[in-house]
């Protein structure tokens, strides 16, 4: 009989993001960004560690100074997935859920979500989070990456700008591309083959990790989560965040959770 996946979350950080320099940093609610993230992470429930995955000694300290636990990794990385599978060698576990650094706004049960889809089909290599589109606008905003999904749920293709498809795709929904969200799910296989594959066209173009995996034809599943809440990849999006927690009642409750912290004094999950 097959043991259980055990599932590990890695957070991937650093300080020199191109769009928004130290960000993981950027304090909201007198929390450091990372640690909203974290402690979200935290409220799973489901997962065998938590851990952040950075280059950066300052997000190192402020991570164990509100007591969790980092994984120092290389500073040439080239993107977040090369930085989760170095980090990931040395955690035990069978699969990985990378946590983006900037999905703070992300739902606890969400990522319940994504670790029963990986104990659903644990030989599945890769999984990443999706949303429907909400605006037209999105289309063509670069901050979103976008996918095409197939009818099985299978992901086709990413893309930052799908606005020439705006007119000519359903209105409800605009079906059936979707909305990439900053988490995603890997077999521990698929992350120890990770490095050696070649960076592709389409990743280096769009600066999209998922594009790698698509372009050396592995197969990658959406799992839908219940909202599309947006993350911070660039200044202009930090307001949009706190007007979600100040006037999103579920988004209120979990910052509230955060806040006090309690759950931190129960051992939650080995963060």
């Not at 170095?86 to 994504?114: F, K, W, Y």
């Not at 034809?217 to 911070?232: K, M, W």
């Not at 965040?241 to 988004?251: G, N, Y």
């Amino acid at each position: 009989m097959r043991s259980r996946p055990r599932v590990a979350a890695v957070i991937p950080a650093r300080l020199a993001s191109t769009r928004f320099p130290r960000k993981p940093l950027l304090e909201l609610y007198g929390l450091p960004m990372i640690e909203h993230v974290r402690r979200r992470a935290l409220l799973c429930r489901r997962f065998s560690d938590v851990v952040v995955a950075t280059c950066d000694q300052e997000i190192a300290r402020v991570v164990e100074h509100y007591g969790g636990r980092c994984v120092m990794t290389a500073p040439t990385h080239p993107a977040a997935t090369d930085r989760v599978a170095e980090a990931a060698a040395s955690l035990d576990c069978t699969h990985v859920v990378n946590v983006q650094g900037d999905e703070i706004l992300i739902v606890p049960s969400d990522l319940e979500r994504m670790v029963h889809a990986i104990e659903a089909s644990p030989d599945v290599p890769a999984w990443n989070a999706v949303a429907p589109i909400e605006d037209a606008r999105e289309l063509a905003d670069h901050a979103i990456v976008k996918c095409v999904c197939s009818a099985s749920g299978r992901i086709l293709f990413c893309s930052r700008d799908f606005s020439a498809l705006a007119s000519r795709v359903n209105p409800r929904g605009h079906e059936p591309i979707r909305k990439i969200l900053g988490i995603l799910g890997y077999s521990r296989r698929l992350l120890e083959r990770y490095p050696a594959l070649s960076r592709t066209p389409l990743e280096l173009a769009e600066a999209i990790d998922q594009s790698r995996l698509l372009e050396h034809d592995l197969p990658l599943h959406s799992v839908t989560f219940s909202a599309g809440y947006p993350g911070i990849n660039e200044p202009r999006e930090a307001e949009l965040v706190k007007r979600h927690l100040e006037e999103d009642a579920a988004q209120q409750a979990i910052l509230q959770e955060i806040l006090r912290g309690k759950f931190l004094l129960h051992g939650a999950a080995s963060g």
